[in-house]
T-cell receptor, first 113, second 113 residues
Framework: DAGVIQSPRHEVTEMGQEVTLRCKPI?????LFWYRQTMMRGLELLIY????????DSGMPEDRFSAKMPNASFSTLKIQPSEPRDSAVYFC???????????FGPGTRLLVL | QQQVKQSPQSLIVQKGGISIINCAYE??????FPWYQQFPGKGPALLIA?????SEKKEGRFTISFNKSAKQFSLHIMDSQPGDSATYFC????????????FGKGTKLSVKP
């Protein structure tokens, strides 16, 4: 398996623009997680899905952030409108079950100018 | 109560030395304690994990020591090598949270040759 795939790997955008991050989990994994990593706050869980259903979105910072999982092999994290403070590395991870190892993707490095 | 506190923030060790990273938690509902290793530009990857029914787990040069009464656990890297230079994250999972991991802030380890 190719592992968790994320795109784009890097994104530079201007404040106010819409940003869409994409994730393809490992085939057969029922759980998908979106994390944000910054120097100040470390790794923060934003939202996670089980069988394409959002389970806990309490980590989503505000209404500008939204996440979807239309099918078992694809998820998006959207920021609209983006702000400079959203600059971070966003990771997607997946796992086979609730208590299984989470496998992380390579991340998307987002810079909002 | 959901926090995992990790120390030190950074660590410099000579090649062949022992690296020790410590974590502490408050929530007694945590039932799984993994350590993740992250190299620059990569996503975190599971290194080793322990459950609270054992006090120690060893895999090669990596050992987790777990003290349930003190609510502390630590990662020991024996015979540290320059290739071990990375950021290490401890984490904990609440057994009732369907897989939600709470991460420590990370420790940047540098092993000098």
């Amino acid at each position: 398996d190719a592992g968790v795939i994320q795109s784009p790997r890097h994104e530079v955008t201007e404040m106010g623009q819409e940003v869409t991050l994409r994730c393809k989990p490992i085939s057969g994994h029922d759980y998908l997680f979106w994390y944000r990593q910054t120097m100040m706050r470390g790794l923060e869980l934003l939202i996670y899905f089980n069988n394409n259903v959002p389970i806990d979105d309490s980590g989503m910072p505000e209404d500008r952030f939204s996440a979807k999982m239309p099918n078992a092999s694809f998820s998006t994290l959207k920021i609209q409108p983006s702000e400079p403070r959203d600059s971070a590395v966003y990771f997607c991870a997946s796992s086979f079950s609730a208590d299984a190892t989470q496998y992380f993707g390579p991340g998307t490095r987002l810079l909002v100018l | 109560q959901q926090q995992v506190k990790q120390s030190p923030q950074s660590l410099i060790v000579q090649k062949g030395g022992i690296s020790i990273i410590n974590c502490a938690y408050e929530n007694t509902a945590f039932d799984y304690f993994p350590w993740y290793q992250q190299f620059p530009g990569k996503g975190p990857a599971l290194l080793i994990a322990i459950r609270p029914d054992v006090s120690e787990k060893k895999e090669g040069r990596f050992t987790i020591s777990f003290n349930k009464s003190a609510k502390q656990f630590s990662l020991h890297i024996m015979d540290s090598q320059p290739g071990d230079s990375a950021t290490y994250f401890c984490a904990a999972r609440n057994g009732g949270s369907q897989g939600n991991l709470i991460f420590g802030k990370g420790t940047k380890l540098s092993v000098k040759p």
